[in-house]
T-cell receptor, first 111, second 111 residues
Framework: DQQVKQNSPSLSVQEGRISILNCDYT??????FLWYKKYPAEGPTFLIS?????DKNEDGRFTVFLNKSAKHLSLHIVPSQPGDSAVYFC??????????FGAGTILRVKS | EPEVTQTPSHQVTQMGQEVILRCVPI?????FYWYRQILGQKVEFLVS????????KSEIFDDQFSVERPDGSNFTLKIRSTKLEDSAMYFC?????????FGPGTRLTVL
């Protein structure tokens, strides 16, 4: 099941700089997209979401951009902090039902 | 801040035994979910539950699996006869609308 793809297994960023995590999807029926952060041995923690009727949503240091024509979304973290180091999952749903997850991207923020 | 809780954090069982994983969703949520993550793989949907019945289940959720909301607070996942391949992290989630909030997970190890 490759409906949601995160093609970068890992990303390394300097503290204070921008982190950009990318996600692509294939199912045009998806209408809600979410980003989760996960530490080892913990559950996914909700970060930010976006509905398909919007193209941008911002919450503090986190901004999610949605490009429906390209079936692409991205998460921007500005400025990046060492505490942001974790695995980031993109997920999508249709009508608020089951979530389909990407494989995750490991973000390392170096101080 | 309300959160989803899960017990136990780690369960070790022998192949063929029954296990029950427990979850306490966020109190005003109406939608409940189970997901699992096999080591090195994606988080994958198992089942969703609303209004005391299953609303959707994946092909993984076969006759060996069942869910129950035995009282007003708990939500359980039962695996009747565990197999080696059931070893995974099991996450419970709940929602009141589109955003699902996850518990810390139960690590199930089948020997």
């Amino acid at each position: 099941d490759q409906q949601v793809k995160q093609n970068s297994p890992s990303l390394s960023v300097q503290e204070g700089r921008i982190s950009i995590l990318n996600c692509d999807y294939t199912n045009s029926m998806f209408d809600y997209f979410l980003w989760y952060k996960k530490y080892p041995a913990e559950g996914p923690t909700f970060l930010i979401s976006i509905s398909s009727i919007k193209d941008k949503n911002e919450d503090g240091r986190f901004t999610v951009f949605l490009n429906k024509s390209a079936k692409h979304l991205s998460l921007h973290i500005v400025p990046s902090q060492p505490g942001d180091s974790a695995v980031y999952f993109c997920a999508a749903s249709t009508g608020g039902n089951k979530l389909v997850f990407g494989a995750g991207t490991i973000l390392r923020v170096k101080s | 801040e309300p959160e989803v809780t899960q017990t136990p954090s780690h369960q070790v069982t022998q192949m063929g035994q029954e296990v029950i994983l427990r979850c306490v969703p966020i109190s005003n949520h109406l939608y409940f979910y189970w997901y699992r993550q096999i080591l090195g793989q994606k988080v994958e949907f198992l089942v969703s539950f609303y209004n005391n019945e299953i609303s959707e289940k994946s092909e993984i959720f076969d006759d060996q699996f069942s869910v129950e909301r035995p009282d007003g607070s708990n939500f359980t996942l039962k695996i009747r006869s565990t197999k080696l391949e059931d070893s995974a992290m099991y996450f419970c989630a709940s929602s009141s609308a589109d955003t699902q909030y996850f518990g810390p997970g139960t690590r199930l190890t089948v020997l």
